[in-house]
T-cell receptor
Framework: AQRVTQPEKLLSVFKGAPVELKCNYS??????LFWYVQYSRQRLQLLLR??SRESIKGFTADLNKGETSFHLKKPFAQEEDSAMYYC????????????FGQGTRLTINP | KAGVTQTPRYLIKTRGQQVTLSCSPI?????VSWYQQTPGQGLQFLFE???????NKGNFPGRFSGRQFSNSRSEMNVSTLELGDSALYLC?????????????FGSGTRLTVV
């Protein structure tokens, strides 16, 4: 079955420190992977997708098919990065499907 | 262009009542998905519609239903409300079709059942 695992429910780092939010997935086909972010009192929004290989707000994520991982990284955390982060696996099997992990709440301490 | 619009933003209902939530997708998007978000369960998939057809359904009881209109607008209905149905209900739209482009989410409807 398709599954996304985010092992850390809570992650707290200091401003300026590196950040890594872990995501592992289970899918036998060719996955589409995404990171979504939800800032306080705002809507869930797409942060980045692996296929575009872009960097948004200093965040990057590399798909590692061997380790079935898609970890989100940022070299220097900023206070405005505090939010809820969701990793998601997208695929098409007769219908469009997007499976979310449980999310990681990231807190950046000043 | 306008984003995904969900109405109403907030709802308070009594156990046993029924409720209808509305979602207007981004213009041109043909796929609409619904999710239930709760602190304990996270984001749980409800169903996905494409061109007025339900293509996929999550593991929710039959009290949860939905539909999509010819203009891609979608509604979801919950009948015989239970306290556990209290949640943020999110609608997401995407171009649809055979590729997965990721979704654009609305702000959600917060349903409180008392």
């Amino acid at each position: 079955a398709q599954r996304v695992t985010q092992p850390e429910k809570l992650l707290s780092v200091f401003k300026g420190a590196p950040v890594e939010l872990k995501c592992n997935y289970s899918y036998s086909g060719s996955p589409e992977l995404f990171w979504y972010v939800q800032y306080s009192r705002q809507r869930l929004q797409l942060l980045l997708r692996h296929i575009s290989r872009e960097s948004i707000k200093g965040f990057t994520a590399d798909l590692n098919k061997g380790e079935t991982s898609f970890h989100l990284k940022k070299p220097f955390a900023q206070e405005e990065d505090s939010a809820m982060y969701y990793c998601a696996l997208g695929f098409f099997q007769g219908a469009q499907k997007l499976v979310f992990g449980q999310g990681t709440r990231l807190t950046i301490n000043p | 262009k306008a984003g995904v619009t969900q109405t109403p933003r907030y709802l308070i209902k009594t156990r046993g009542q029924q409720v209808t939530l509305s979602c207007s997708p981004i213009s041109g998007h043909r796929s609409v998905s619904w999710y239930q978000q709760t602190p304990g369960q996270g984001l749980q998939f409800l169903f996905e519609y494409f061109s007025e057809t339900q293509r996929n359904k999550g593991n929710f009881p039959g009290r949860f239903s939905g539909r999509q209109f010819s203009n891609s607008r979608s509604e979801m209905n919950v009948s015989t409300l239970e306290l556990g149905d209290s949640a943020l209900y999110l609608c997401a739209s995407s171009p649809g079709g055979g590729a997965n482009y990721g979704y654009t989410f609305g702000s959600g409807t917060r349903l409180t059942v008392v």
